[in-house]
């Protein structure tokens, strides 16, 4: 647990952390979230006792880039028991698969050498030593050794700790980063930290995978906003970051239901700036941001009628979905008591406790029990995968993606 006393904590930062500018406007004010979302307690007393700062979600003029000005790296220990993996879902491993595929066809990497930074429990780098015969390296604070099972072949190494160039012997000729960069406060430090691992071989380069917050920004999608992801990308602003540290953009589009942006770069070698036809004008960007306060307060409110009126009607509401998502949900909105149940097929989050709420993860099939009367999902993409579970298990509640 971090102890940090948070009155011992500084001032908003009046710079962008990606292209440095000064001219800033905030979008968006959180005064008490967790400050994470991914962890799962022992008890009720621990989530609903678990600490919270501010969020204040700022826009850059000068470049796009939207950050929470208020984020503190000292306040998250990825080290702590986190369970971000999605490795559980059918759509997920299916999606991440043909990533491997599209990994595999884009880089030469047969007997050569690949870096993950960020591997999580490392289930997406074992992909690739499948495919491909490779040298790997996975590393990430999070990683858990008896969650992988490993090739035999010695292949496929980890180091549990944070990203630190020093401590990487390796010379990667794929650097992999996947739902990492959001997590990093310094975007400019990290991926300048990155270069001169690929800079000096031809046919050497970097993947990035990185939620899209293009859908946040049009749709009002709170619960897409939590403390742990502190900076915030759209096809152009993820791009120009890296063009601006000098790499070429070779490849850049959204997918997964336009979700997540998907990278591929490489050392800079002088290419003239490309648009790709994913990018959007900087006008697009400031447009949305400017509209953006106005459009999450309706969503807000929106869902907060939703949820209270079917409660005080009696109904029972169930939450599918017992991740970051779902946190920022129910914690933006200030509700927990009127939620009957929080669902989840990940084993290692069930029976859990979420930070914030302190509400407890349970199994699809604890809905046998108790049906629910509405089915609220955190994510459309699994909309299809869910109502299926559900009827598996002789249940049809009305079934809401938000
Ligand atoms: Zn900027």
């Known amino acids: 647990m971090i102890d940090t006393p948070i009155a ?31 962890i799962l307690l022992d008890s009720a007393a621990d989530g609903a006792g678990f600490p919270r700062h501010q969020m204040r979600l700022t826009f850059c003029e000068e470049c796009g880039f939207i950050f929470n000005a208020a984020f503190d790296e000292r306040l998250i220990d990825y080290a702590s028991v986190t369970e971000e993996t999605q490795h559980f879902s059918g759509t997920f491993n299916a999606f991440a698969r043909k990533l491997v595929q599209e ?10 050498k690949v870096l993950e930074i960020g591997c999580g429990k490392g289930d997406f780098l074992r992909e690739v030593c499948l495919a491909v015969r490779c040298e790997a390296l996975g590393i990430d604070p999070g990683f858990i050794e008896e969650r992988l099972e490993t090739p035999h072949d010695g292949s496929l190494r980890f180091q549990r700790e944070y990203f630190d160039p020093a401590t990487v012997k390796m010379r990667p000729d794929l650097v992999i980063c996947r739902h990492t960069l959001e997590h990093i406060g310094e975007v400019r430090d990290f991926v300048d930290d990155i270069l001169p691992l690929v800079s000096d071989r ?6 990035f995978e990185t939620p899209d917050v293009g859908r946040v920004l049009r749709e009002g999608a709170f619960w897409d906003i939590y403390f742990e992801h502190c900076s915030y990308f759209t096809p152009s602003t993820h791009a120009g970051l890296f063009w601006s540290a000098g790499y070429d953009v070779t490849a850049l589009r959204l997918d997964y239901g336009e979700q997540y942006i998907i990278q591929h770069a490489r050392a800079g070698r002088g290419a003239p700036l490309r648009p790709f036809a994913a990018e959007e004008s900087l006008e697009t960007l400031a447009a949305l941001a400017t ?9 807000m409110g929106h869902w907060h009628d939703f949820v209270t009126s079917r409660h005080r009607d009696g109904r029972r509401l169930a939450i599918w979905g017992g991740g970051s998502k779902c946190v ?18 990940n084993p290692y989050k069930q029976n859990r406790f979420l930070p914030g709420t302190g509400i407890q993860v349970m199994a699809p099939q604890a809905l046998a029990a108790t049906p629910p009367d509405t089915v609220i999902v955190m994510n459309p993409v699994y909309l299809d995968e869910i109502a299926r579970s559900l009827a598996d298990i002789g249940l049809s509640p009305e079934i809401v993606a938000v």
Request: proline residues 9%; aromatic residues 6%.
């Open 8 to 38: 011992a904590l500084g001032a908003p930062r009046t710079d962008c952390p990606a292209c440095g500018g000064g001219a800033l406007k905030e979008l968006l004010h959180l005064p008490a979230i967790p400050v994470q979302s991914c």
């Open 291 to 299: 509209a953006f306060p106005a459009r999450v307060a309706e969503v």
């Open 202 to 207: 031809p046919d050497s380069g970097v993947f």
């Open 103 to 112: 990994i595999v066809a884009t880089w030469p990497l047969e007997g050569r």
């Open 328 to 345: 920022s949900f129910l914690t933006s909105l200030g509700l927990a008591d009127e939620i009957a149940q929080v669902i989840d097929i």
